[in-house]
């Protein structure tokens, strides 16, 4: 089992930058592929960025490609997720998340296949 807190959040300026972070307990970390996803009030959870086992592949959302990037440190069992150019459609809570199953590899950006979640952390950009 794993826990994750995430951190980082706040209130930032469109056009600023914000870096979450999450840590993760326990000693198997590098065992997960993890993600991030995020929730905007009234609407589902959603996709942002995968990382792989030990970060040699990465996935993201079209709608946050080029803009952030997504990393791990499996020596400090740590997450990161750098936003940058951040709009005000970026407001919402960040949950960073794990997967043991080899299949969401396949399908990064299917919720049911993530294991364990974070409480999230709040994001907001000013327009």
């Known amino acids: 089992q794993v826990q994750l807190v995430e951190s980082g959040g706040g209130l930032v300026q469109a056009g600023g930058s914000l870096r979450l972070s999450c840590a993760a307990s326990?000693?198997?970390?590098?065992?997960?592929?993890m993600g991030w996803f995020r929730q905007a009030p009234g609407k589902e959870r959603e996709f942002v960025a995968a990382i792989s086992w030990g970060g040699g592949t990465t996935w993201y959302s079209d709608s946050v490609k080029g803009r952030f990037t997504i990393s791990r440190d499996n020596a400090k069992n740590s997450l990161g997720l750098q936003m940058n150019s951040l709009k005000p459609e970026d407001t919402a809570v960040y949950y960073c998340a794990a997967a043991r199953k080899q299949e969401v590899v396949r399908t990064p950006t299917t919720l049911r296949l993530y294991d364990y979640w974070g409480q999230g952390t709040q994001v907001t950009v000013s327009s």
């Open positions: 326990g000693r198997t970390f590098s065992t997960y592929v």
